[in-house]
């Protein structure tokens, strides 16, 4: 069975520090594929990346960087130099090879205060 | 574009009642799919469907039924709703397959009373 483990339920963090969000998970499959998806204060679910698995460089978007490690079965998140507007719940979220499946993480809230 | 729209935004049911949730996307994606969201518990896939008159099941379909007669909509419906059913309800479309980025409506807050 898949399973996405997000044990950070809250975190509180001061504009402009650095964050990482993370993302552990379980699956039997030998091809997956991991997300990130955002849900910002108005509630829609805005998608950040997605990554196969047999994909491990890291990647950087900005301020977002992700770390996909296999040998640990994480995909962790960062934000740095935080902003107000990062404020959000964060899923992470895996899908096997035949795509008919989607589980996700229970998400994690941030908080970045100005 | 309007991508994925989802109505109505907001809707109250006493227990026992039916409704339909509907979906409708406008990117000819074929793969359309329902989540519930919970408190602590993410979003868990109900119902999805890989292209017109092909649904299936997901991690929790009872109390609700699905049907995909175009590739445009998608409807959630709730047969006899109950108190556990209350939660916020989002569709999502991808264009091959639930491993690919998916677009999410607005969401649903359903509450039952």
């Known amino acids: 069975a898949q399973k996405v483990t997000q044990a950070q339920t809250e975190i509180s963090v001061v504009e402009k520090e650095d964050v990482t969000l993370d993302c552990v998970y379980e699956?039997?499959?030998?091809?997956?594929?991991l997300f990130w998806y955002k849900q910002p204060p108005s509630g829609e679910l805005v998608f950040l990346i997605r990554?196969?698995?047999?994909?491990?460089q890291n990647e950087i978007s900005g301020r977002y960087s992700w770390n996909f490690q296999k040998s640990t079965s994480s995909f962790n998140f960062t934000i740095t130099a935080s902003q107000v507007v990062d404020s959000a719940v964060y899923f992470c979220?895996?899908?096997?090879?035949?795509?008919?499946?989607?589980?996700f993480g229970a998400g994690t809230i941030l908080r970045v205060k100005s | 574009n309007a991508g994925v729209t989802q109505t109505p935004k907001f809707q109250v049911l006493k227990t026992g009642q039916s409704m339909t949730l509907q979906c409708a996307q406008d990117?000819?994606?074929?793969?359309m799919s329902w989540y519930r969201q919970d408190p602590g518990m993410g979003l868990r896939l109900i119902h999805y469907?890989?292209?017109?008159?092909?649904?299936d099941q997901g991690e929790v379909p009872n109390g609700y039924n699905v049907s995909r007669s175009t590739t445009e909509d998608f409807p959630l419906r709730l047969l006899s709703a109950a108190p556990s059913q209350t939660s916020v309800y989002f569709c999502?479309?991808?264009?091959?397959?639930?491993?690919?980025?998916?677009?999410f409506g607005q969401g649903t807050r359903l509450t039952v009373v």
């Open positions: 999502a479309s991808s264009y091959r397959g639930l491993n690919t980025e998916a677009f």
């Open positions: 699956t039997r499959d030998t091809t997956y594929y």
């Open positions: 990554r196969n698995s047999f994909d491990e």
């Open positions: 979220a895996l899908s096997g090879s035949y795509g008919n499946k989607l589980v």
């Open positions: 990117m000819n994606h074929e793969y």
């Open positions: 469907s890989v292209g017109a008159g092909i649904t």
